[in-house]
């Protein structure tokens, strides 16, 4: 029998939060069939004349990208070729064991305007003017511990279409430099000192400090759950630079999950994530996604205008000696090398913008049977399931790409810019 939710079940969930495509609810009754379950529900512009426009399958040049998957090129709407990218490109790529499809589920018309009435109240209002709904935990055992991180690009680019102005992008991550983009339009109040080399380093140390930095600047990257229920970070806005009560609060939220005296369990938490991406090998799963982004978006940007046959405008304002030097290569190789180039470029995108999400449970003395991973935290001498998957793996537009080569200038230029004023204030 086919389920479908409908106005008598929206009480039923709960908001949890959002990003750009969709708003995230999570279950919180007793139903066995729903305990542990989340709901992505697909959000619209609010200031979108064509709502419909944005639900619509795949256009030509995008179809042409994915014509190797059968499934994604005959999607009848943009929701479902989502949905077969997530099962025919990146669970194969990333492995399915980390990668959950999930299950589509109808809802009535009813049902989702009653959740966005809900739901409304609870949700940050740049979100709420920006867009409108559109009209993960291991289940057994109590309590559970999950935790979200946005980890970001990974990996210094080392393409030889990055421009002589913008070197900075070879030695400085994207992330830091996005940084002082948002801080000079107010996203954000200060610097954080994530780094998501460390992250993807590979090295414990590097890790502990990346997993410590986010703690104290989670912004938008790190969130942690206690069955269910948000004990550290927002839903999503931008969590401010976290103080003393934050971290007092969040010290005993962790009693009933990690043993311990009072403050010191925050930092057996730090350490039972860190040894988790460390043993688990999740991240280095996810950079060789990233790293097939392999020309950045100065050499993929040629091969999207080579697809849509329009004469390429970066290289117009680049000018002529750029181009001679540099970018005639790109507009001479076959079609079938620019689909390639802009496919890769936006399978990385997708694995650079997703989020890892972690579950924990104390493990029980003397289960063999647990069909989990299992982290042993040293400092506690406590021993955890665990189970570890990457969410938010959305297909990416392909109009979007002159977008993000725009958005990519004022990155690197905002940056290089606050480096200029660092170094003139110095000087003086």
């Known amino acids: 029998m086919e389920v479908v939710l409908d106005q008598e079940h929206a009480a039923q969930w709960t908001y949890r939060g959002e990003g750009a495509m969709n708003l995230v609810l999570a279950y919180s009754r007793s139903s066995p069939a729903y305990i542990g379950k989340v709901l992505r529900i697909q959000k619209v512009p609010r200031n979108e004349s064509n709502p419909d426009k944005s ?44 990668v959950d499809v999930g299950k589509r589920v109808k809802v009535s018309r009813e049902f989702l305007e009653l959740v966005e009435k809900n739901v409304l109240s609870q949700r940050p209002a740049w979100r709420v003017d ?21 980890p970001k690009c990974g990996f210094l680019p080392i393409s030889e279409f990055i421009g002589e102005e913008n070197r900075i992008k070879q030695s400085v991550s994207r992330y830091k430099m996005h940084q002082a983009l948002k801080l000079h339009g107010k996203e954000i109040s200060s610097f954080s000192e994530y780094d998501p080399l460390d992250l993807f380093s590979g090295v414990m140390d590097r890790i502990q400090k990346s997993i410590k930095d ?14 269910g229920s948000l004990i550290f970070g927002t839903l999503g806005g931008i969590a ?24 010191r369990r925050t930092d057996s938490f730090i350490q039972l994530i860190a040894e ?45 000696e750029k ?16 689909l390639k180039i802009v496919k890769n470029f936006l ?39 665990y189970k570890a998957c990457f969410i938010d793996l959305d297909l990416k537009p392909f109009e979007n790409m002159q977008e993000y080569y725009e958005k990519d200038k004022k990155i690197v230029s905002c940056y ?9 204030v110095e000087k003086n």
């Open 214 to 227: 986010l703690f104290s600047s989670p912004q938008n990257n790190f969130r942690v759950f206690l069955d």
């Open 276 to 320: 988790t991406i460390y043993t688990s090998g999740v991240m280095e799963r996810l950079i060789k996604l990233q790293k097939l982004d392999n020309l950045d978006i100065e050499g993929a940007i040629h091969a999207y205008y080579n697809i849509i046959s329009e004469p390429c405008k970066v290289c117009r304002e680049l000018g002529e």
């Open 130 to 150: 920006a867009s409108k709904v559109d009209t993960r935990c291991i289940q057994e055992g109590e309590p559970c511990l999950c935790v979200e991180i946005k």
């Open 55 to 98: 639900l619509t399958a795949l256009g030509l040049h995008e179809r042409l990208v994915w014509k190797e998957t059968e499934d994604i090129v005959s999607s009848p709407t943009r929701e479902l070729a989502g949905h077969m990218f997530l099962e025919h490109v990146i669970s194969p790529l990333l492995g399915s064991k980390y």
């Open 347 to 385: 399978i990385g995108t997708t694995a650079k913008d997703c989020s890892l999400m972690m579950s924990f449970k104390l493990k029980k003395e003397g289960d063999t049977e647990s069909t989990y991973d299992s982290v042993y935290l040293k400092s506690t001498s406590q021993t955890f399931d």
């Open 240 to 263: 401010d630079s976290t103080n003393s009560v934050i971290q007092e609060a969040f010290e005993d939220a962790l009693k009933d999950v990690i043993v311990g005296d009072q403050g």
């Open 416 to 424: 290089t810019q606050m480096v200029k004023s660092e170094q003139e």
């Open 323 to 338: 181009v001679r030097d540099k970018y005639t290569t790109l507009h001479s190789i076959s079609l079938d090398e620019s």
